[in-house]
């Protein structure tokens, strides 16, 4: 049997700030098979931007892995040099970061920024990168990609950018791609193409994605999978259908209730209570009891991540597992 | 561009009208020439005719109307010391002080960038703690005291490198260059480091703060997550970011160079502009100081341009015809 694309054990990675150890990403777990879409979703702070890094071996200090395993195809990633790293980056493993108008260095051409990442793991004539990058261009619904190839990345609307990023992204067929909100900058109708572009990819070539999203409607239409964050730990993982429709986790409740069109008409759109904790010297205990409304006196203990149903975990010890047998 | 131009033209004959005037009422506050350029002995009739000889009879303005129109025509007045046109005066020493403000240029730039670059990117090992430690001493030690200690070190005690004059020369173009010759590179060895030392801890600096805050950036981060290597991400994605402030403030620091060329020439018997201007100075010699002062003026406005333009070429966000 072929491993899984990518199988993430119990990951941690911590920023060790003078203010004190920033816990962002706290044993994470989640797999990603061939072809197969991941949805990681969670609000803003919970580390899925570090999650995606982490991954990359692109922590920079004073952010370090402190433990846990990356098995990419699997190899364990931290066996690897780096320059072996090297060659997985934007080769084997892409990234599409999150803000788009930062990602393109500002001084350097299209071109240069394209056919620099096609020569970096193919080799190839200056002539065939061009070519390649034009062709990647085009894929991502660029027009007139010859022309843009010689432009500057200012000459772009944020939306553009975001789709140069992808094409760079997309260039080497890579065996997994994460985006980190790859859309939220584009308009419905590019945000469909680029949707249908990345399911393509998937069933032709294989690729996995892991789709790093506050949508949770793009993460319905999209994934496979879904793994939910909160305050650096994944609070629930399973089928994107099962877990959408019968949540274990209040906190995955709570989001799902917080989506206008999963509301029955006219009825108030429910909001978690709260905010989301300081990720500095997190207490023991479910991170989530302040704001759960299911929570007790066990919840101060660390709930463990236990599969309930099968393909489905749940970090909780009160899951709403009666609703789920009700659906 | 050529509307940038053509604006920024306008713009250099307004500045170089004003600061004329500045100059000129300037220079005639500093004192009287009369007292110096005659001699004491002479009796009235002589002292007046010696007055109008020089223009010195007429109102200030006439006077100041007279020195612009023979400007306009390239005449900057005659010196009273040389008794030579001023303007030829300064341009044969030119030469010597351009060459001295590019060789230390060159050097601060040779010198300040690998240096800068270095500190940036391990600013905690101990080599980059004494790069930043020597560049504070850099700015702070009197450029004079330094020129004494280089010449006591490596022409006194080592006699390693001369320490007077420009050495062998050759003339191209009409005019006489001496880093064209071995003998010449020597003798400008150490003005050059002289005149440096201030730049080099400069682009240091500069160097190491645009390193650090490039290295933060999210398209370098992306460059990494590219797969590139560490020498195409330093040299391309970061280098090509912070030769932008470098270039600026080494390009606009070219003209303060030149003008403050004056202690470094004085201490290495360097014949540049900046000797001549001490000099005239000292005996009141009035075209020739306003005649260095507009040629300041101009370099100013030319370097300024010059740094521009460069910048809209390292710059592609700079766009020059939007800009005044
Ligand atoms: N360099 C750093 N130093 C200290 N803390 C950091 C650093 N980078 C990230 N963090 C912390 O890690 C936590 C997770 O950040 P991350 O960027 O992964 O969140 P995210 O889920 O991607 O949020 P968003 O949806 O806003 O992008 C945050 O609390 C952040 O403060
Ligand atoms: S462990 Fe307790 S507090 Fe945490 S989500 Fe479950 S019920 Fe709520
Ligand atoms: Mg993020």
Same mark, same amino acid.
């Given at each position: 049997?072929?491993?899984?694309?990518?199988?993430?054990?119990?990951?941690?990675?911590?920023?060790?700030?003078?203010?004190?150890?920033?816990?962002?990403?706290?044993?994470?777990?989640?797999?990603?098979?061939?072809?197969?879409?991941?949805?990681?979703?969670?609000?803003?702070?919970?580390?899925?931007?570090?999650? /995606?890094?982490?991954?990359?071996?692109?922590?920079?200090?004073?952010?370090?892995?402190?433990?846990?395993?990356?098995?990419?195809? /699997?190899?364990?990633?931290?066996?690897?040099?780096?320059?072996?790293?090297?060659?997985?980056?934007?080769?084997?493993?892409?990234?599409?970061?999150?803000?788009?108008?930062?990602?393109?260095?500002?001084?350097?051409?299209?071109?240069?920024?394209?056919?620099?990442?096609?020569?970096?793991?193919?080799?190839?004539?200056?002539?065939?990168?061009?070519?390649?990058?034009?062709?990647?261009?085009?894929?991502?619904?660029?027009?007139?990609?010859?022309?843009?190839?010689?432009?500057?990345?200012?000459?772009?609307?944020?939306?553009?950018?975001?789709?140069?990023?992808?094409?760079?992204?997309?260039?080497?067929?890579?065996?997994?791609?994460?985006?980190?909100?790859?859309?939220?900058?584009?308009?419905?109708?590019?945000?469909?193409?680029?949707?249908?572009?990345?399911?393509?990819?998937?069933?032709?070539?294989?690729?996995?994605?892991?789709?790093?999203?506050?949508?949770?409607?793009?993460?319905?239409?999209?994934?496979?999978?879904?793994?939910?964050?909160?305050?650096?730990?994944?609070?629930?993982?399973?089928?994107?259908?099962?877990?959408?429709?019968?949540?274990?986790?209040?906190?995955?409740?709570?989001?799902?209730?917080?989506?206008?069109?999963?509301?029955?008409?006219?009825?108030?759109?429910?909001?978690?209570?709260?905010?989301?904790?300081?990720?500095?010297?997190?207490?023991?205990?479910?991170?989530?009891?302040?704001?759960?409304?299911?929570?007790?006196?066990?919840?101060?203990?660390?709930?463990?991540?236990?599969?309930?149903?099968?393909?489905?975990?749940?970090?909780?010890?009160?899951?709403?597992?009666?609703?789920?047998?009700?659906? | 561009?050529?509307?940038?131009?053509?604006?920024?033209?306008?713009?250099?004959? &307004?500045?170089?009208?004003?600061?004329?005037?500045?100059?000129?009422?300037?220079?005639?506050?500093?004192?009287?020439?009369?007292?110096?350029?005659?001699?004491?002995?002479?009796?009235?009739?002589?002292?007046?005719?010696?007055?109008?000889?020089?223009?010195?009879?007429?109102?200030?303005?006439?006077?100041?109307?007279?020195?612009?129109?023979?400007?306009?025509?390239?005449?900057?007045?005659?010196?009273?010391?040389?008794?030579?046109?001023?303007?030829?005066?300064?341009?044969?020493?030119?030469?010597?002080?351009?060459?001295?403000?590019?060789?230390?240029?060159?050097?601060?730039?040779?010198? &300040?960038?690998?240096?800068?670059?270095?500190?940036?990117?391990?600013?905690?090992?101990?080599?980059?703690?004494?790069?930043?430690?020597?560049?504070?001493?850099?700015?702070?030690?009197?450029?004079?005291?330094?020129?004494?200690?280089?010449?006591?070190?490596?022409?006194?005690?080592?006699?390693?490198?001369?320490?007077?004059?420009?050495?062998?020369?050759?003339?191209?173009?009409?005019?006489?260059?001496?880093?064209?010759?071995?003998?010449?590179?020597?003798?400008?060895?150490?003005?050059?480091?002289?005149?440096?030392?201030?730049?080099?801890?400069?682009?240091?600096?500069?160097?190491?703060?645009?390193?650090?805050?490039?290295?933060?950036?999210?398209?370098?981060?992306?460059?990494?997550?590219?797969?590139?290597?560490?020498?195409?991400?330093?040299?391309?994605?970061?280098?090509?970011?912070?030769?932008?402030?470098?270039?600026?403030?080494?390009?606009?620091?070219?003209?303060?160079?030149?003008?403050?060329?004056?202690?470094?020439?004085?201490?290495?018997?360097?014949?540049?502009? &900046?000797?001549?201007?001490?000099?005239?100075?000292?005996?009141?010699?009035?075209?020739?100081?306003?005649?260095?002062?507009?040629?300041?003026?101009?370099?100013?406005?030319?370097?300024?341009?010059?740094?521009?333009?460069?910048?809209?070429?390292?710059?592609?966000?700079?766009?020059?015809?939007?800009?005044?």
């Amino acid at each position: 049997m072929t491993p899984p694309t990518l199988e993430v054990r119990n990951l941690r990675t911590h920023f060790f700030t003078r203010a004190g150890v920033v816990k962002a990403v706290d044993d994470v777990s989640f797999t990603v098979e061939r072809g197969k879409v991941l949805g990681l979703v969670g609000e803003s702070g919970s580390g899925k931007t570090v999650t /995606g890094f982490s991954i990359l071996g692109l922590v920079d200090p004073p952010g370090r892995i402190t433990g846990g395993q990356i098995l990419f195809k /699997g190899t364990d990633l931290a066996t690897l040099s780096e320059a072996q790293m090297r060659d997985l980056r934007g080769n084997r493993i892409a990234m599409i970061f999150q803000d788009p108008m930062m990602t393109l260095n500002p001084v350097l051409r299209i071109d240069t920024q394209m056919i620099e990442t096609v020569l970096a793991h193919a080799r190839v004539s200056r002539a065939e990168a061009r070519q390649r990058a034009r062709d990647a261009l085009g894929q991502v619904g660029i027009p007139s990609p010859e022309e843009r190839l010689a432009a500057y990345p200012h000459q772009f609307s944020g939306g553009m950018r975001q789709r140069v990023a992808i094409a760079i992204a997309l260039l080497h067929k890579p065996d997994l791609i994460i985006a980190d909100e790859p859309t939220t900058a584009l308009d419905v109708t590019i945000q469909g193409q680029i949707l249908a572009e990345a399911q393509k990819l998937c069933t032709q070539y294989g690729t996995a994605l892991i789709w790093i999203t506050h949508d949770l409607s793009v993460v319905a239409g999209l994934a496979d999978d879904i793994a939910v964050m909160y305050a650096g730990k994944v609070a629930e993982s399973g089928p994107v259908s099962e877990v959408l429709d019968a949540p274990l986790h209040p906190y995955t409740r709570g989001l799902i209730g917080s989506v206008p069109s999963r509301n029955h008409r006219g009825a108030p759109l429910s909001q978690i209570p709260g905010m989301t904790p300081s990720l500095l010297n997190l207490p023991p205990g479910c991170a989530f009891r302040a704001r759960c409304p299911r929570a007790e006196a066990r919840c101060a203990e660390p709930p463990p991540f236990a599969e309930y149903l099968p393909g489905r975990h749940a970090r909780c010890i009160h899951p709403h597992l009666a609703e789920v047998a009700a659906a | 561009m050529t509307v940038f131009l053509l604006r920024r033209l306008l713009q250099a004959v &307004g500045v170089v009208l004003a600061m004329s005037l500045l100059v000129f009422l300037g220079v005639y506050a500093i004192g009287d020439p009369v007292e110096i350029l005659i001699s004491p002995e002479a009796d009235q009739i002589e002292r007046e005719r010696a007055v109008k000889a020089l223009g010195l009879d007429l109102p200030l303005w006439q006077q100041y109307l007279v020195f612009l129109g023979r400007a306009l025509q390239g005449d900057l007045g005659r010196s009273f010391v040389f008794n030579e046109p001023a303007l030829r005066l300064i341009l044969q020493r030119m030469p010597a002080t351009l060459e001295l403000a590019f060789g230390a240029t060159i050097v601060a730039l040779l010198i &300040g960038l690998p240096l800068g670059l270095y500190a940036g990117l391990r600013p905690k090992s101990a080599l980059s703690q004494g790069i930043m430690a020597g560049s504070i001493l850099g700015f702070s030690l009197p450029t004079f005291w330094v020129g004494l200690m280089l010449i006591m070190v490596f022409a006194v005690q080592l006699g390693w490198l001369p320490s007077t004059g420009r050495g062998e020369t050759v003339e191209v173009l009409g005019m006489r260059w001496s880093f064209l010759t071995r003998d010449g590179l020597a003798h400008m060895a150490m003005p050059a480091l002289n005149l440096a030392l201030f730049k080099i801890s400069l682009v240091i600096r500069l160097t190491r703060a645009g390193v650090r805050e490039t290295m933060l950036m999210d398209y370098v981060k992306f460059a990494r997550a590219k797969g590139l290597s560490p020498a195409r991400v330093t040299f391309v994605h970061v280098f090509k970011n912070i030769l932008i402030p470098v270039v600026t403030v080494v390009g606009l620091e070219f003209g303060g160079t030149i003008a403050f060329s004056v202690v470094t020439e004085s201490v290495f018997a360097w014949p540049g502009m &900046g000797k001549l201007i001490i000099d005239s100075i000292n005996v009141l010699d009035r075209p020739v100081m306003v005649a260095y002062l507009m040629i300041i003026v101009l370099l100013f406005i030319t370097i300024n341009l010059v740094v521009d333009i460069t910048y809209s070429v390292l710059d592609p966000r700079v766009r020059l015809e939007g800009k005044a």
